[in-house]
């Protein structure tokens, strides 16, 4: 049976802004500014967050309520698999009767929903990008996408495995490079392999995480301000080696 998981948000409970996607307009002080100037609002109602923890695609069902309205709706998305579920999402009220709910996606972007009364009717929407002030909160304050402290991030792999008619190995591993700036894996399976190079900010750091329950798959991950994102994938699928680039 699937475990779900169901966040239940009063609205005398303090919740926190979904993340940013990466789409981020002016530089780091006016951000930084923006952010300390935003402060959430007092909810007027409350958001209801089911979704199960094991499902490769995500039935995800929002309940929202505010100013004696209700609306319902469910999305699908693919979550992220490698982070502890506390890890998994943020909402933010903004107004009163508005809140913003991100939620991590498998490649480590965020999917937004925006749920809010208009005009006397309840509505719940996906939305690209929330406004800049909430994700610089979210970012800095609540922290999106940051690694759990049972997230660890190594510089090899390796894993027997059985895909498909084939067991072997599947090894992942860093290998060295002569600039800051960069990073370099070798996959391997089942006679299978390639190398891939990347360019990464020269002050992050770059290293390899997977998820327990996944052991076919393994991200090549960039770590800055303990905030990481998904480079590239590497998976084994139906006894296929697959290197994926998330950017």
């Known amino acids: 049976m699937k475990s779900i998981w169901s966040v239940i948000i009063p609205a005398t409970i303090l919740l926190y802004a979904c993340g940013g996607n990466g789409t981020k307009a002016g ?12 402060q959430p609002a007092t ?7 089911v979704f199960p923890a094991d499902a490769d695609t ?10 004696g309205q209700t609306s319902d709706k469910t999305f699908e998305l693919p979550l992220a698999r490698d982070v502890a579920e506390q890890d998994l999402y ?10 913003y709910i991100g ?27 929330p406004p800049e002030a909430i994700w610089h909160y979210t970012e ?15 510089d090899s792999y390796e894993q027997q495995l059985q895909s498909g008619t084939i067991i072997a190995d599947l090894i992942v591993k860093k290998l060295p ?12 399976f089942g006679g299978a392999n390639r190398t891939i190079g990347t360019v990464v900010p020269a002050e992050a ?3 390899i995480v997977h998820s327990a329950s996944h052991p076919e798959q393994v991200f090549l991950v960039q770590i800055m301000n303990k905030k990481y994102t998904n480079l590239v994938e590497i998976k084994v699928e139906n006894g296929h080696l697959k290197i994926n680039s998330l950017r």
């Open 205 to 207: 750091t770059t290293g």
């Open 177 to 188: 490079v002569s600039t800051p700036d960069s990073v370099k894996i070798y996959a391997e």
């Open 140 to 154: 800095e304050k609540a922290g999106l996408g940051t690694i759990s402290l049972d997230m660890k991030a190594t």
């Open 43 to 49: 909810p007027s109602g409350k958001v209801d967050v």
């Open 27 to 38: 530089g780091d002080q006016q951000g930084s500014d923006t952010s300390a100037a935003f």
């Open 90 to 99: 943020r909402a933010v009220w903004d107004k009163p009767n508005s809140v």
């Open 103 to 129: 939620v991590l996606k498998s490649d480590h972007s965020t999917r937004y929903y925006h749920a809010s009364v208009d005009n006397g009717s309840a509505k719940i929407n996906q939305v690209g990008t």
């Open 58 to 67: 995500t039935r995800i069902s929002i309940h929202f309520e505010a100013d």
